[in-house]
């Protein structure tokens, strides 16, 4: 069993603990069930970041309209500073 991310014994442990903004999983299911379609479009849009045992880290409540590709890019940001493991769009 490998030591928890912090503590790294080799560089393939390193490899897997380090995850790149990319990977920042991003749930659209619930945006999509109650608009019936992917999230696109100029909007306030609101996104809640989620730690990897599931736990809510953060709220991001955009103050400005913005389209949904540039949203998401603020989002990812924010979630990158706080660690976070996944992106839920709020609907």
């Given at each position: 069993?490998?030591?928890?991310?912090?503590?790294?014994?080799?560089?393939?442990?390193?490899?897997?603990?380090?995850?790149?903004?990319?990977?920042?999983?991003?749930?659209?299911?619930?945006?999509?069930?109650?608009?019936?379609?992917?999230?696109?479009?100029?909007?306030?849009?609101?996104?809640?970041?989620?730690s990897?045992?599931?736990?809510?880290?953060?709220?991001?409540?955009?103050?400005?309209?913005?389209?949904?590709?540039?949203?998401?890019?603020?989002?990812?940001?924010?979630?990158?500073?706080?660690?976070?493991?996944?992106?839920?769009?709020?609907?």
């Amino acid at each position: 069993m490998l030591a928890p991310c912090g503590s790294f014994r080799n560089l393939d442990h390193l490899r897997q603990c380090a995850k790149p903004m990319s990977e920042i999983e991003v749930y659209t299911g619930r945006y999509e069930r109650e608009h019936g379609h992917p999230p696109s479009g100029r909007r306030f849009w609101q996104f809640t970041l989620v730690s990897e045992t599931g736990a809510l880290l953060y709220e991001v409540k955009l103050s400005e309209q913005l389209i949904y590709p540039a949203a998401l890019e603020r989002a990812r940001a924010t979630a990158a500073q706080r660690k976070a493991f996944r992106i839920i769009v709020e609907p």
